[in-house]
């Protein structure tokens, strides 16, 4: 019996996928183990967002067969969807399989076949995929994948493809069989889930709507572009019954000569007022974002005016990163790319202004009442209970019975201490 080793990196999605490809080899006779040493195969599910994530994978693989001259390395997700061929000339990869190969990855395995990675931009048809067994609490739902948008700094679409998605009663399956399966919270994920429907003259609300008079979960959604987040949307979500209040906008930048040089198609003053919009409608909703540091051309005027604006906004975290050249893209030719050095101070200065904002946010909620879905596991740290709350805060809870589990309960807000964030039941 063959034994392996899968590890993911990157976006939620591909979390998910690798979820999948594990079900798939354990289905079809595959042992999982942790060992290097004595694992037969090695497969490595890559992300390609920055060099930095290229970089690692390609390190990650030389790493397993240096620790293992024995071991079978396969490389799959984007960076072997992008490079292909190129990546065999590399005399620690065994095999090279795509971003769709991959969810049925002991087929391709057993062609023997070096490459199987067809052209993505041809798929038109949303892979239907069961969803994998796991431990976790809660449980991603894929709903989409690809993406039509052509930002200037992204090689993601060319990785992805063209946009499609599950069908309506597709995903009220798949929700319905977690439900079955005791799960009591689903994230709707993908690559660009505010396009679900667009080819059919649908939106993601449309989606929503029928998820809501058919199941009874509560719900969270993956990344959304602000111009996705309608008043429509905003109004269904501020009445729904399930929708957790925790948003994550795909911002990329604050100002907006930079988000013209991106080809992103929105102003900043109209996404801070759909934020403030938010922080009016719902009660003390989490909302996170991206933003790249350093792009091509960003001056230091246009990096203060990100800096400004990111200050006043509602924002309560931000996920951020230096910009990073990704060859075939638009922005590859640019004039204006800065050195590494000033790409890292600019993402510090960020990660210092998240840090003030998510520690108000925190404040805020001490003395509030949530409903907090109980993990699986408990504290590595404490021994005791933890969770996550409807507005995303992980909360420790003074209590370790084990039957509280995968149990969504009425908790309140205690403390902060040790940057940790403590609750007590309440009935």
């Not at 991106?262 to 007022?273: A, G, I, Q, S, T």
């Not at 009016?280 to 400004?308: C, H, Q, W, Y």
């Not at 409807?390 to 370790?400: G, K, Q, R």
Request: glycine letters at 6%; proline letters at 2%.
């Amino acid at each position: 019996m063959k034994k392996f080793i899968i590890k993911s990196m990157g976006c939620k999605t591909n979390q998910f996928e690798g979820d999948v490809i594990r079900e798939n080899l354990i289905n079809n006779g595959y042992t999982e183990t942790d060992n290097l040493q004595y694992a037969d195969i090695y497969i490595l599910n890559s992300c390609s967002v920055t060099h930095k994530s290229d970089n690692e994978a390609l390190y990650l693989l030389r790493n397993a067969k240096h620790l293992n001259n024995n071991i079978t390395t396969v490389i799959t997700g984007c960076v072997a969807q992008i490079e292909k061929e190129n990546l065999l000339k590399e005399n620690y990869i065994d095999y090279v399989i795509g971003n769709d190969e991959k969810l049925e990855i002991t087929k391709f395995l057993d062609l023997k076949s070096p490459v199987s990675a067809a052209d993505i931009m041809n798929l038109s048809k949303f892979h239907i995929i069961d969803i994998p067994k796991t431990s976790k609490t809660r449980v991603f739902l894929k709903i989409q994948d690809g993406c039509d948008n052509r930002c200037s700094y992204c090689i993601i679409p060319f990785a992805r493809g063209k946009s499609r998605y599950a069908d309506i009663s597709e995903v009220i399956s798949r929700i319905k069989t977690c439900e079955n399966n005791g799960f009591k919270e689903i994230v709707l994920t993908g690559i660009h889930i505010g396009q679900w429907g667009l080819n059919d003259d649908k939106s993601l609300v449309d989606l929503l709507f029928e998820i809501e008079k058919n199941c009874n979960i509560r719900y969270r959604l993956g990344s959304l572009n602000p111009l996705e987040i309608t008043d429509n949307m905003l109004d269904f979500l501020s009445n729904s019954k399930y929708f957790c209040p925790h948003f994550h906008l795909s911002l990329q930048s604050a100002c907006n000569r930079t988000l013209e040089r991106m080809n992103r198609f929105y102003k900043v003053e109209d996404y801070l007022k759909q934020i403030d919009k938010i922080n009016d409608l719902f009660k003390l909703p989490f909302l996170g974002s991206d933003i790249i540091a350093g792009f091509a051309g960003e001056t230091e005027d246009d990096f203060n005016v990100t800096v400004n604006n990111l200050k006043k906004s509602g924002l309560t975290a931000i996920h951020t990163f230096p910009y990073s050249i990704r060859k075939g893209t638009k922005a590859e030719n640019m004039d204006g790319h800065l050195s590494d050095k000033i790409k890292n101070e600019r993402a510090d200065i960020i990660k210092e202004i998240s840090k003030e904002k998510l520690n108000i946010f925190l404040q805020k909620n001490i003395g509030t009442k949530h409903q907090l879905l109980v993990e699986k596991h408990l504290d590595k740290q404490t021994g005791m209970l933890k969770g996550i709350t409807e507005n995303y805060i992980t909360v420790i809870l003074n209590n370790n019975d084990r039957s509280l589990m995968n149990t969504i309960q009425s908790v309140e807000i205690t403390e902060i201490k040790n940057n940790k964030v403590y609750g007590n039941i309440y009935h």
